[in-house]
């Protein structure tokens, strides 16, 4: 039993640690040899024809950043689909821990956007896990570490 407390203690520390990693260190979270886009560009490759999106009438997660950002439609490599991607107009200066960890990284909020947008298109809605579907949490503080992360995981994504 102790031992069972002990490893599961360690992998909470590891995952708090990776955590605290990424939103300090952007490179932490990335694969190795990954780089950030130069030119800005976030995107989602989409199960659909690309006559099928309409870059008029996007869908409800990108057209809420519309007046902020560009989006461009293609089709994906080796005919796998279609390519969304969309980018800031006004690049912000790079968000800094604060800024990602309280939420308000500009960047996050587009990659959010896209991924809702790619279940909109594909599903016909966007998947959610919240509320959790055991209940309420008990107020602990690994409770509210994990309720923390919960919230922030739509605009974290793979980087």
């Not at 560009?70 to 994906?76: D, N």
């Not at 969309?86 to 909020?109: I, N, Q, T, W």
Request: one cysteine or more; aromatic letters at 2%; a positive charge.
């Amino acid at each position: 039993m102790t031992a069972n407390v002990v490893s599961r203690a360690v992998r909470a520390g590891e995952t708090l640690v990776r955590q605290l990693r990424s939103a300090l260190d952007r490179s932490a979270s990335r694969p190795a040899g990954a780089r950030p886009s130069v030119s800005g560009w976030l995107a989602v490759t989409v199960l659909c024809e690309p006559a099928d999106i309409d870059e008029a009438a996007l869908p409800a997660p990108l057209a809420e950043l519309a007046d902020r950002i560009e989006v461009r439609v293609r089709p994906a490599a080796d005919s796998k689909g279609t390519e969304l991607a969309a980018r800031l107009r006004a690049r912000p200066a790079r968000a800094g821990a604060l800024r990602r960890l309280s939420g308000k990284d500009p960047e996050a909020e587009l990659r959010s956007a896209l991924r809702r947008a790619k279940q909109l298109i594909e599903v016909g809605e966007v998947l959610a896990v919240d509320p959790a579907p055991h209940g309420k949490r008990t107020a602990t503080p690994g409770g509210a570490l994990l309720e923390s992360w919960t919230k922030a995981a739509p605009k974290a994504g793979v980087r």
